[in-house]
C-alpha cells in the first residue's frame, strides 16, 4: 500500500513560483515511476509531467515544458514539481501519483493515468492574472 500526500500549493501572481511536494509512504516508493496530474472542474484529469524511478529519464505535457520540472529525493520519499512563470491557465488541483506495477522500471514515464496506480488527495494552485 502506498499512500501520497500533497503539500505546497496556495494563490500566486502570474509570473510567480510555486514548489508541490508529495510525501510517500511504503518501501518500495523509489522503484516507482512518479508523476503529477492536474485537474479543473468539468474536466478530465490531466498529466503534467513523470519521473522514472532513478530520475533519469522525465516527462513533461507540451503546456508545462520550461516552466515546470518534476524532481524526487529516493531516500526522503518525496518527489517534488517546481512551477515557474505560473499562468492564469496553471490554476487546478494537482495530484500526485504512482505507477507501482512497473517497477524498477526503464523506460520513459507514461502520460496516461490509467497507467498510475495510487493518488494522493490533492493540493490547490491558484494563479491570479
Known amino acids: 500500500q502506498v499512500q501520497l500526500v500533497e503539500s505546497g500549493g496556495g494563490l500566486v501572481q502570474a509570473g510567480g513560483s510555486l514548489r508541490l511536494s508529495c510525501a510517500a509512504s511504503?518501501?518500495?516508493?523509489?522503484?516507482?515511476?512518479m508523476g503529477w496530474f492536474r485537474q479543473v472542474p468539468g474536466k478530465e484529469r490531466e498529466f503534467v509531467a513523470a519521473?522514472?524511478?532513478?530520475?533519469?529519464?522525465?516527462l513533461y505535457a507540451d503546456a508545462v515544458k520550461g516552466r515546470f520540472t518534476i524532481s524526487r529525493d529516493n531516500a526522503k520519499n518525496t518527489v517534488f514539481l517546481q512551477m515557474n512563470s505560473l499562468k492564469p491557465e496553471d490554476t487546478a488541483a494537482y495530484y500526485c501519483t504512482a505507477d507501482s506495477s512497473r517497477r524498477f522500471y526503464s523506460g520513459s514515464p507514461s502520460s496516461s493515468l490509467y497507467e498510475y496506480d495510487y493518488w494522493g488527495q490533492g493540493t490547490q494552485v491558484t494563479v491570479s492574472s
Open positions: 511504503g518501501r518500495s516508493f523509489s522503484s516507482y515511476v
Open positions: 519521473m522514472q524511478w532513478r530520475g533519469g529519464i522525465t
